[in-house]
């Protein structure tokens, strides 16, 4: 599925840097070979903790770099072990929409000089919000144990699914604590509008707490975990209640938005992300934890099962589990598509009444949309509905809230021709070439759609802003068009099957019909 504008609720991935074979010298003048580094590590992280990541990275960086060479023995870093494996993440098209990248920036230190000592400072409250987080591993919290390799893997996944509660626990709290409260309070935000941008957050803690809980009973008095799979399939049913607040992320986000423009609430945003307790996370960075949460249960589920042996009592239980968390993502993807959807139908506006096409209040999905630019060079938002194609211009109703004023004649998926123009070809009237390049440079990234049949619509010619994006435009528009047709000619069917099968009993009947009378002509 098409990931539209910033971009992914994703799941992050930190690789710890495999340390390079060196030769060095010792006091003899000897060289000698440093002992080969363990395979790189590979860790699942939350999207909030790269930072963290990114910066003890940028420790050692500066170590190596700025320090001159050396003559002494230098001693091998040990690495700890960690959670190893590659898990492959799952698609979920209407989540991944509604998500926010987090893009940071790591900085190195250029001075070797140790900085002159700093004046004494009054001693101050510690904040009970950490700015970062320590990152810690099961094997971390144990001193000595006999489990091999594959067993201390499976603690390693189940002890990162356990801190990844708590980890979410504290940062909900921390939204309600700092934000939503203090917003009431000092009346930033009206009850409705904090209501509307908050959503069901708040019920969300004490189900977490719950599963929490029930975790760290599994732990023994070796600190290990033996059967899981109970304790999931029994907790998977209640994230049936991330179907209502996923489904108001979407009005949410666009309400959040809106409200930033406001002075006093955009300068209470800066300063609570400007804050030690915020980790350089703004408001919606928050409110979106629970959605990557969610679909992450999948993935860290999918592990623990590699690593769970075929004698393990695990071994019946982690397939249902899978299958039922599996079906939630699905149900919470589906029921989010068709809020979004409604959401940005409820945002057209048509100047006139022929745009008011039956299929765009028919759709009950976004196959995706986004930011083109037609031949003229005017940026256009298009939809691409579950069953019509929508071209608009964003603007600003009275409140100051977005809606989407229709531009063009909108096209019916079934009736949709797609045609991909090739790099440097000229896109017709009004060329992208005299639009965006003078006429000189080549254009790229260019498709044109238009509607076959008797309609007199003209083609649309418009421009994606890479190829990425325009690759993912075709291809969504492909199979919109495949599955209309489909559905258009299952219809056709639908409607032409019971008077076939009526006009066959008419003719059985008369069949049976006429051999009665001549039964009856016969006998008399």
């Not at 500066?62 to 799952?90: A, F």
């Not at 029930?214 to 070796?222: A, H, T, Y």
């Not at 249960?297 to 239980?317: G, N, R, V």
């Not at 599996?326 to 409604?342: F, L, P, R, S, Y």
Request: with cysteine; charged share 30%.
């Amino acid at each position: 599925m098409e990931v539209e504008d910033t971009g992914e609720a994703r799941t992050s991935w930190y690789v710890a840097p495999a340390e390079t074979h060196s030769i060095l010298c010792d006091h003899a003048g000897k060289k000698r070979k440093q002992d080969p580094a363990p395979a790189p590590v590979i860790r699942i992280t939350e999207d909030e903790e790269e930072e963290e990541d990114g910066e003890t990275i940028s420790d050692h960086m500066k170590d190596s770099e700025v320090q001159e060479p050396s003559n002494k023995r230098v001693k091998p870093v040990v690495k700890s072990n960690s959670l190893t494996g590659v898990i492959t993440p799952s698609k979920t098209p209407a989540l991944k929409r509604i998500g926010q990248s987090i893009s940071r920036s790591i900085s190195f230190r250029t001075e070797a000089r140790p900085l002159p000592p700093a004046p004494m400072r009054p001693r101050t409250k510690a904040s009970s919000f950490p700015r970062r987080r320590n990152s810690q591993c099961w094997s971390d919290t144990v001193e000595s144990h006999d489990l091999t390799a594959k067993e201390i893997k499976r603690q390693e996944v189940i002890y990162e699914l356990t801190q990844g509660e708590r980890q979410l626990i504290e940062d909900l709290s921390l939204v309600k604590k700092v934000y939503y409260e203090p917003m009431l309070k000092l009346d930033i935000m009206t009850e409705s509008e904090l209501g509307q941008i908050f959503g069901t957050l708040d019920s969300l803690i004490p189900l977490h707490e719950d599963f929490l809980s029930r975790l760290e009973r599994l732990r023994g008095s070796e600190k290990t975990v033996g059967q899981v799979g109970p304790t999931l399939l029994n907790w998977f049913p209640c994230l049936e209640a991330y179907v209502t607040y996923c489904c108001n992320q979407v009005g949410a986000k666009a309400l959040l938005d809106q409200k930033k423009h406001e002075k006093r609430v955009e300068h209470f945003l800066r300063l609570c992300q400007e804050s030690s307790f915020s980790r350089k996370l703004d408001l919606w960075n928050f409110l979106d934890l629970p959605r990557s949460r969610l679909v992450k249960y999948p993935l860290l589920l999918k592990e623990i099962q590699k690593c769970t042996p075929p004698d393990h009592p695990d071994e019946d239980t982690l397939p249902d589990a899978m299958d039922l968390i599996h079906g939630i993502v699905a149900e919470v993807d589906k029921k989010t598509g068709e809020a979004e959807c409604q959401f940005y139908r409820r945002g057209l506006s048509y100047l006139d009444e022929s745009q008011r096409l039956p299929e765009i209040q028919q759709s009950r999905f976004l196959y995706c949309h986004g930011e083109l630019k037609n031949n003229k060079g005017q940026r256009l938002h298009v939809f691409l509905f579950e069953l019509a194609l929508v071209l608009s211009r964003p603007a600003e109703d009275k409140d100051g809230g977005q809606v989407f004023n229709v531009y063009r004649q909108p096209l019916t998926n079934a009736l949709l021709n797609l045609e991909e123009i090739p790099d440097g070809e000229a896109a017709g009237a009004g060329t992208f070439r005299g639009a965006f390049t003078g006429g000189n440079d080549k254009v790229k990234n260019c498709f044109r759609v238009s509607s076959r049949g008797r309609s007199k619509v003209n083609p649309y010619s418009l421009q994606a802003n890479d190829s990425f994006s325009r690759q993912q435009w075709i291809t969504c528009l492909r199979q919109a068009i495949i599955q209309s047709r489909d559905r258009t000619s299952q219809h056709r069917q639908s409607q032409l099957s019971p008077h076939a099968d009526l006009a066959l009993y008419h003719i059985a009947e008369l069949s049976l019909n006429s051999g009665s009378d001549m039964i009856d002509h016969t006998s008399r």
